[in-house]
């Protein structure tokens, strides 16, 4: 069980370039996000997924897109990478549990920066 | 005014001394309060987690809400220099809500 996993761990990329951030969970949880974390601003949250199929945007989503096509996969796209991006990018699940939602369980994140 | 405050610290400390850590927050709507606990280069983990007033201990930590004066606390007794890390207090509105909203995270480092 390796609970969320993130690659790559570390990433280089110029202005304009763009790639996907990859995310996957084996503990079959419903709920999935992308939050990023800049140097103390705590987590602020790009996108969230309650589904396969389902996403909506979180505080922070402008310059990025996501998909969740299965249970397990919730990767990031970043299209036309800007320095503003620079940042680690943490990918968490959770689920529900009579109704209500239980902890997420956070990836070891992703260091972006863009130059 | 934030939703959540939190003082970013440093905050240094000699083993053994009981830790305060807080959060204030503007949202009456916030429920359900957690701690996570963050080591450098690594992902938040998740401490205490608590809903509405009142106290819980789990070993060492204690989490504390204050509903009224809008309060959080995690309080460590006994610290040890395995509990230098940062810790960010999350907040989210209800039942079925997933949308936490964390501060800033307080930096705790245990001198031996």
């Known amino acids: 069980n390796a609970g969320v996993t993130q690659t790559p761990k570390f990433r280089i990329l110029k202005i304009g370039q763009s790639m996907t951030l990859q995310c996957t969970q084996d503990?079959?949880?419903?709920?999935m996000y992308w939050y990023r974390q800049d140097p103390g601003m705590g987590l602020k949250l790009i996108y969230y997924?309650?589904?396969?199929?389902?996403?909506d945007k979180g505080e922070v989503p402008n310059g990025y897109n996501v998909s969740r096509s299965t249970t397990e996969d919730f990767p990031l796209r970043l299209e036309l990478a800007a320095p503003s991006q620079t940042s680690v990018y943490f990918c968490?699940?959770?689920?529900?549990?009579?109704?209500?939602?239980?902890?997420?369980?956070f990836g070891q994140g992703t260091r972006l920066t863009v130059v | 005014q934030k939703e959540v405050e939190q003082d970013p610290g440093p905050l240094s400390v000699p083993e053994g001394a009981i830790v305060s850590l807080n959060c204030t927050y503007s949202?009456?709507?916030?429920?359900?309060f957690m701690w996570y606990r963050q080591y450098s280069r690594k992902g938040p983990e998740l401490l205490m987690y608590?809903?509405?007033?009142g106290n819980k201990e789990d070993g060492r930590f204690t989490a504390q809400v204050d509903k009224s004066s809008k309060y959080i606390s995690l309080f460590i007794r006994d610290s040890q220099p395995s509990d230098s890390a940062t810790y960010l207090c999350?907040?989210?509105?209800?039942?079925?809500?997933?949308?936490?909203?964390f501060g800033k995270g307080t930096k705790l480092s245990v001198i031996p």
């Open positions: 968490a699940s959770s689920y529900t549990k009579q109704g209500l939602n239980t902890e997420a369980f």
């Open positions: 503990m079959n949880h419903n709920y």
């Open positions: 997924s309650v589904g396969a199929g389902i996403t």
């Open positions: 949202n009456s709507a916030f429920q359900y």
């Open positions: 608590t809903y509405s007033s």
């Open positions: 999350a907040m989210s509105p209800g039942a079925g809500s997933y949308q936490l909203t």
